[in-house]
Nanobody, 115 residues
């Protein structure tokens, strides 16, 4: 089993920045990729970004150029640096980890971007 704990959400004005962190514990050596999804009220959960073990990153088109995902393998932690935030980025952000046979989710952290 893998446990994921997120931190770093909050309220920020449009144009501002936030950094989310997600620390993995448990059988984290099995993790192949870690990433972030988000879910806005009344909408489906959507992919934001991920990083696989060899460092390759992927981003949703809506966040390219504004968000940066990084991973510290020694700390089993993934970060999401979010710059130039927009009101439409408001959502609950969920950390995600892909293991050999399972997908794990964090509890979510709220990000609210005000106009």
């Amino acid at each position: 089993q893998v446990q994921l704990v997120e931190s770093g959400g909050g309220l920020v004005q449009a144009g501002g920045s936030l950094r989310l962190s997600c620390a993995a514990s448990g059988q984290s050596f099995n993790i192949k990729a870690m990433g972030w999804y988000r879910q806005a009220p009344g909408k489906q959960r959507e992919f934001v970004a991920n990083v696989i073990r060899d460092g390759i990153t992927n981003y949703a088109d809506s966040v390219k150029g504004r968000f940066t995902i990084s991973r510290d393998n020694a700390k089993n932690t993934v970060y999401l640096q979010m710059n130039s935030l927009k009101p439409e980025d408001t959502a609950v952000y969920y950390c995600n980890a892909l293991g050999n046979f399972n997908i794990y989710w964090g509890q979510g952290t709220q990000v609210t971007v005000s106009t």
